[in-house]
């Protein structure tokens, strides 16, 4: 089974950037930004980065330690990021420095926005994605890991669009069942996991109650809800999306294909999380 590598939020040429900045900054000052943002450094012996600089080599004994593909980490990083630009910036200054453009530039490239003040922003919530709040879950990291991937990726990379909304599906059936207290087997497929999260929140045909939810026409969406999360995992096990080596790329596969499979993988995504949340949905019942 070929591993799909978790791509990094921010750029080594951004972080490069942020290095920079230490230069002119104490050994004290560098430690003291990253910590106050709950970083720890390395072991020295660890660290593959050489350089004669001790205010560089400090900054990258805790840039080394992040976790630059969790959007997690890099919330956090961020901060440690605009502190570097607090503590560096001439107050007096007038107009934006060039160092400070050149940064700008750095992040916009990663979809980020550096506004004058020197805050640090998504160009887009990757949750807006799906239009919903997360926090209610215990553990969201998985889920907003793969809308960013589809953020980034939708307009530029359509089989790694795909390829994340496979995974966004994974990713969501396996939170819900985790929210539901149900053990999940350790690489199941994605039918498998779909069948056992529809089955757990009563969305299946057999256990649809009377009502709403045991009508015909909500019984066909939810039947063609499951094509669809089937149909996009076998659109990306078929070459179109991300996570397996191929000897070429696919012909003809284009920015709509990606929208098409991101927009149906979401609103499966909605449906599973809509449903874990509702006070009244009938899996609740059943659980009483």
């Known amino acids: 089974m070929t591993v799909t590598a978790r791509r990094e939020l921010v750029s080594p040429a951004t972080r490069n950037a942020f290095r920079t900045l230490a230069t002119d900054l104490t050994l004290r000052i560098v430690a003291r930004l990253w910590e106050d943002h709950g970083f720890a450094p390395i072991a020295p012996d660890e660290l593959k980065y050489e350089d004669p600089g001790q205010r560089r080599t400090e900054f990258m004994l805790y840039a080394e330690g992040v976790d630059w593909a969790d959007p997690g980490h890099v919330r956090r990083a961020l901060l440690v990021f605009e502190d570097f630009i607090r503590e560096y910036r001439d107050p007096d200054q007038q107009g934006t420095p060039k160092w400070l453009a050149d940064i700008g530039v750095r992040l916009e490239r990663d979809g980020f926005l550096l506004d004058e003040s020197g805050r640090i922003s998504w160009q887009q919530s990757p949750i807006s994605l799906i239009g919903r709040d997360l926090s209610d879950l215990h553990d969201s990291s998985g889920i907003v890991a793969e809308l960013e991937r589809i953020r980034r990726d939708l307009t530029t990379d359509p089989q790694g669009a795909i390829g994340a909304a496979k ?37 299946d045909a057999a256990s649809a109650p009377e009502g709403p939810d045991g009508s015909k026409a909500i019984k066909k969406i939810l039947s063609g809800a499951v094509n669809i999360a089937v149909g996009v995992a076998e659109l990306r096990n078929q070459g179109f999306g991300s996570g397996h080596g191929q000897a070429s790329v696919p012909s003809g596969l284009g920015i709509r294909h990606a929208r098409l499979t991101v927009n149906a993988a979401v609103t499966w995504c909605e449906l599973i999380l809509d449903t874990l949340s509702d006070p009244a949905a009938p899996w609740r019942r059943a659980k009483v």
């Open 167 to 203: 995974q966004l599906i994974e990713a969501t059936a396996k939170t819900a069942l985790q929210e539901l207290g149900v053990a999940v087997a350790k690489k199941p497929d994605v039918p498998i996991l779909v069948a056992m999260v529809h089955k757990e929140l009563r969305l």
